[in-house]
């Protein structure tokens, strides 16, 4: 854990506590996720993948960096990663707040899951309940565009279950 001492404009000291261990491992995991979702996956399945491949100048997916296990690879990383971020910012989080942490990203990564399993009918009230915008345009894209697979859902398990442990396993050795 790094401790870094801050001022506040008032000239009082701050302690910002932060688990770089976790921090790191979150944010390389993602950045893996975020390589497989761009370069293992057709263009126009994300935002952020049809830009890459405008600015890379292709029309098509032409990389599979961990090949079928890249379909699932995102999903296990997601909530993984998030977990890892969120323990991250608070580094000494009792074993209720781990569980409610991982159950907070468990259950919001099963509900665009689920979301995908319904996804015109989100698609629909997405667009009539809100303004179009890049936010609620990339939302319904992700509903609509999206495929549901129970496989995901364990992936999504997996990746909340890995997390929990590596976070147990880590208090019980600092202890």
């Known amino acids: 854990m790094a401790k870094t ?32 979702y761009v370069w293992g996956r057709a263009p126009h399945s ?32 997601h909530p993984f990663g998030c977990i890892c971020l969120t323990l991250a910012a608070l580094p000494n989080a009792g074993p209720v707040l781990k569980r409610t942490v991982c159950a907070f990203w468990l259950l919001f990564n099963v509900a665009f899951e689920l979301g995908q399993h319904y996804g015109r009918v989100l698609d629909e009230m997405i667009h009539a309940a809100f303004p179009q915008g890049i936010l609620t345009t990339a939302l319904a894209d992700f509903f609509h565009c999206g495929t549901f697979d129970p496989g ?18 880590w208090s019980t050795t600092r202890d």
């Open 5 to 36: 001492t801050e001022k506040l404009t008032s000239g009082q000291p701050i302690d910002l506590i932060i688990d770089q261990r976790s921090a790191g491992i979150g944010l390389g995991v993602l950045f893996i996720g975020g390589l497989e």
């Open 46 to 77: 994300s935002h952020l993948g049809k830009l890459v491949h405008h600015w890379l100048g292709q029309d098509t997916c032409t990389y599979s960096i961990f090949g079928p296990l890249g379909n699932y690879l995102p999903d296990f990383i």
């Open 152 to 169: 995901d859902l364990i992936a999504i398990l997996m990746g909340t279950v890995s997390a929990y442990g590596l976070h147990q396993r």
